[in-house]
């Protein structure tokens, strides 16, 4: 039991292995984010709606196989405070690192593991970074710093 409680411990932070190590079916429904992720392929297309909008840009890189990804998204992307606080502040754009241009913005950001998240700015600096899941406070808390670096519009 002890080692099942640390090899879950573990498994929560990131995932870098192989698809196999969290290979876990979810039947969540994706329409349940409270978080408004923006659906498009293209990465500037984020970055100029923030511009028009003036906040910053909120991105998940994550996979499909990658349980602590899945757990963001049920549990985090899914409350409401954290989807008005998301919604209020940030363009979210939630990427696939295996489809679409997933590759490309896992080499442009230097992603080594699932999920990072990342806070940029318009212009598409990096502000915040986490690998690894990020919870209700501590998401809340990396969307402080970012705002807190965010560059005053002229």
């Not at 909120?58 to 985090?76: N, Q, S």
């Not at 896992?106 to 915040?128: A, N």
Request: net charge neutral; with cysteine.
């Amino acid at each position: 039991m002890r080692y099942l409680i640390l090899a879950i411990a573990v498994s929560i932070a990131s995932c870098s292995g192989s698809k196999e190590v969290t290979n876990v079916q979810s039947n969540f429904d994706k329409s349940a984010y409270e978080v408004d992720f923006l659906k498009t392929n293209d990465l500037y297309a984020v970055l100029d709606r923030a511009e028009r909008e003036n906040k910053l840009v909120y991105i998940d890189i994550g996979t499909k196989w990658c349980l602590p990804c899945k757990l963001m998204k049920e549990d985090v992307y899914t409350d409401k405070g954290i989807g008005e606080y998301m919604n209020d502040n940030f363009i979210s754009y939630m990427v696939d690192a295996e489809k679409a241009n997933g590759p490309n913005m896992t080499v442009i950001f230097d992603i080594k593991s699932y999920p990072t998240l990342l806070f940029l700015d318009t212009k598409g600096h990096v502000l915040e970074r986490k690998v690894g899941a990020a919870y209700h406070t501590e998401l809340r808390n990396l969307g402080d710093l970012a705002i807190a670096q965010k560059p005053k519009k002229i």
